[in-house]
């Protein structure tokens, strides 16, 4: 066993018991495994041990590595910022992006998503905790901007992604999750069918999960350091 499949197989552990402790099925939470920075070796090693879904923060970085695995039925999520100059990258090559946070990259990721791939799948970045210098929508502006985009074609809108700053324990980081998860529940009730909660990292994946994460972004407690 590499030292990648060792790594994942601890953060299932992890995503297990957090799943018990919840009261949840370990299967409604899905493990994304950032590889941004890692090369192909990396995941291909992780492959190896099961892995199937990748998330890569740097579009271009991205698609050369998806270039020299093509040989893997690896599911590429986008997670990184998206500019309107690499929307048409994202669309012909990911199979989810992760951090639409405006109606602009939306249309156009609509727009040039090829019709001989499935639909887009999306999510729409929400900055949850109001962090000054980050991305993503207010939440008060989600309802608008998700009907407008479940409208769009060739995309799927499937939740919500966030990216909190770190809190420094357990019940902070859960209260901030909480936040997003009931923006989640609200978006339903509203009538969206979503079924996605893009959540927590190695740092506070159990609270995240704890709060109703159905897809944790795992990068560091799987390929180690950047």
Excluded at 28 to 44: D, M, Q
Excluded at 138 to 158: D, F, M, N, S, W
């Amino acid at each position: 066993m590499t030292t990648i499949e060792g790594n994942l197989q601890r953060v299932r552990e992890r995503i297990a018991a957090a799943c018990l402790a919840a009261g949840r099925p370990v299967t409604h939470v899905t493990l994304l495994a950032v590889s941004k920075t890692f090369g192909p070796e990396a995941v291909r090693e992780a492959f190896a041990g099961g892995q199937r879904a990748f998330g890569e923060n740097y579009i271009q970085e991205a698609v050369e590595k998806m270039a020299l695995l093509r040989d893997l039925p690896v599911e590429w999520h986008c997670i990184g910022p998206i500019q309107s100059n690499k929307t048409r990258l994202v669309a012909e090559n990911f199979s989810w992006a992760h951090t639409v946070d405006r109606l602009k990259i939306a249309e156009r990721l609509s727009q040039q998503r090829p019709e001989s791939l499935p639909e887009l799948q999306v999510c729409i970045q929400v900055n949850v905790d109001a962090g000054a210098t980050k991305s993503g929508v207010a939440p008060g502006e989600v309802l608008a901007l998700a009907r407008q985009i479940a409208q769009l074609p060739r995309l799927h809108l499937r939740g919500l992604m966030t990216i909190p700053d770190p809190a420094p324990d357990f019940e902070a980081q859960k209260a901030v999750h909480l936040k997003a998860r009931a923006l989640f529940d609200e978006l339903r009730q509203m009538g969206l069918d979503i079924d996605t909660l893009s959540m927590g990292m190695t740092g506070d994946l159990e609270a995240a999960i704890a709060a109703g994460s159905t897809m944790v972004r795992v990068g560091t407690a799987i390929f180690g350091k950047r």
